[in-house]
């Protein structure tokens, strides 16, 4: 049974720092590039960062790029985001995406509220 299981979101002040784990099982995690999407409240859910299969190529949303990083370890069946300087309109479900050869697999998402 294919799984992603998003965790560490939470309640963060702005100019904070959070680090988002994706942990994945039931499928061959290092042969997949792997995404984060985001969805705030009221609008299209959107393309925050993505990692290749063996993370030699990433990319980023323009409204992260220089304060989020994106990472994978194919050992653990783990992606990361590192969201750093948050601001108020970072708020939002975090969701993590498994891609390859028209096959898509998503976790259910985590909450990141970014607020003083």
């Known amino acids: 049974q294919v799984q992603l299981v998003e965790s560490g979101g939470g309640l963060v002040q702005p100019g904070g720092s959070l680090r988002l784990s994706c942990a994945a099982s039931?499928?061959?995690?290092?042969?997949?590039?792997m995404n984060w999407y985001r969805q705030a409240p009221g609008k299209e859910r959107e393309f925050v960062a993505g990692?290749?299969?063996?993370?030699?190529?990433?990319n980023y949303a323009d409204s992260v790029a220089g304060r989020f990083i994106i990472s994978r370890d194919n050992a653990k069946n783990t992606v990361y985001l590192q969201m750093n300087s948050l601001k108020p309109e970072d708020t939002a479900v975090y969701y993590c995406?498994?891609?390859?050869?028209?096959?898509?697999?998503w976790g259910k998402g985590t909450l990141v509220t970014v607020s003083s």
């Open positions: 039931g499928f061959i995690f290092s042969s997949y590039a």
């Open positions: 990692i290749s299969s063996i993370g030699g190529g990433r």
């Open positions: 995406r498994a891609r390859r050869n028209g096959i898509d697999y």
